[in-house]
């Protein structure tokens, strides 16, 4: 190859999900669906978050955070994945694989430490509560903010880095429905058994140890709740809880992806439609329904909202 990227393949062909048309129709109403609902739900958090001073919190600016990269996890895969299910032929640009390859690692790492952020978050006002304005000041949310921004943008450009130049001058079929590193080194024409373990490091061995931190932390928390001399706090814990349940839908289908065997592509498909698709619609219900405060917040803003639209409607009526 002369030390220069002689690729020759433009664009990547998309096997299909399935090959009968029933269940695609099927995939599309519900992927649709579930779309729509997670980009409302997330956009809602955002947006309540923002306007209610009563959430004016560390814990929520940190869930308002998360809500926002979730808008983000839901537009880098579903809508092409949706408009594909409607076609025969499925393809990607180069230029468009390596474009969502950089965003789902960029926001896949920006959505690890908001996590780890939220479990310290919790771990604080749990053991420390006489402590936790003064270590969870405006200061510290904003440094948490900004470092999962730069973690994210360091964990996707270096691995692009390794990749962007090989070559590809064979096979351009992924059997898969998006484009990520493990499918995209296996068409490239090269040896490619060090950067499966480059992917392997960076994305596998970082989310699985972060998961079991998460993991611990949360541990050391129910104990620290359950111990004789803590007050009991069942609010505290129904916060935890949702926590966790969310930390395992976001890192369960990543760790099996990264580091199990290539050979379960179908599970991998499932995994990597729940992650897509269901993991961003999950997270806003969970933090909605299990928490008392964000429910009484969205009412506000609602009713605010009708206020407005009947200020708005005299006025229109006067004018007229």
Request: aromatic share 14%; net charge positive.
């Amino acid at each position: 190859m002369e030390g220069k990227n002689q690729s020759v393949v433009s664009e990547f062909v998309f096997l299909p999900l399935t090959n009968s048309w029933d269940i695609q129709l099927l995939l599309f109403v519900f992927s649709s669906t579930l779309y729509v609902v997670s980009m409302t739900g997330n956009s809602l958090i955002v947006f309540t978050v923002a306007s209610d001073p009563h959430l004016h919190s560390p814990m929520y600016f940190l869930l308002a955070n998360l809500s926002f990269i979730d808008l983000g996890v839901s537009s880098v895969i579903s809508p092409k994945m949706i408009y594909d299910l409607l076609r025969k032929h499925k393809v990607i640009t180069f230029r468009g694989c390596i474009t969502q390859i950089f965003f789902i690692h960029f926001i896949g790492g920006v959505e690890m430490v908001l996590l780890i952020a939220m479990a310290f978050d919790r771990y604080v006002a749990i053991c420390k509560p006489l402590h936790y304005l003064t270590i969870m000041s405006p200061k510290m949310c904003i440094l948490f903010s900004v470092a999962s921004w730069v973690v994210g943008l360091m964990h996707s450009l270096i691995q692009l880095a390794f990749v962007i130049n090989l070559p590809f001058c064979g096979p351009n079929v992924l059997d898969s429905f998006y484009c990520d590193f493990p499918g995209f080194i296996k068409l490239a024409y090269v040896e490619a058994h060090k950067l499966k373990l480059l992917v392997f490091v960076n994305s596998g061995f970082i989310s699985v140890g972060s998961f079991f931190i998460l993991i611990i932390s949360y541990i050391v928390i129910i104990f620290t709740v359950h111990k004789p001399s803590s007050s009991g706090s069942s609010k505290a814990l129904s916060t935890l809880s949702a926590h966790v349940t969310v930390v395992v839908l976001a890192f369960g289908p990543v760790m099996f992806i990264y580091t199990w065997p290539s050979s379960f592509i179908h599970l991998d498909k499932f995994l990597s439609i729940f992650d897509a698709v269901v993991t961003p619609f999950l997270d806003p219900v969970i933090y909605t329904f299990r928490n008392q405060e964000m429910k009484m917040a969205m009412m506000r803003v609602f009713k605010q909202i009708m206020v407005y639209r009947q200020i708005i409607k005299h006025l229109h009526t006067d004018h007229s």
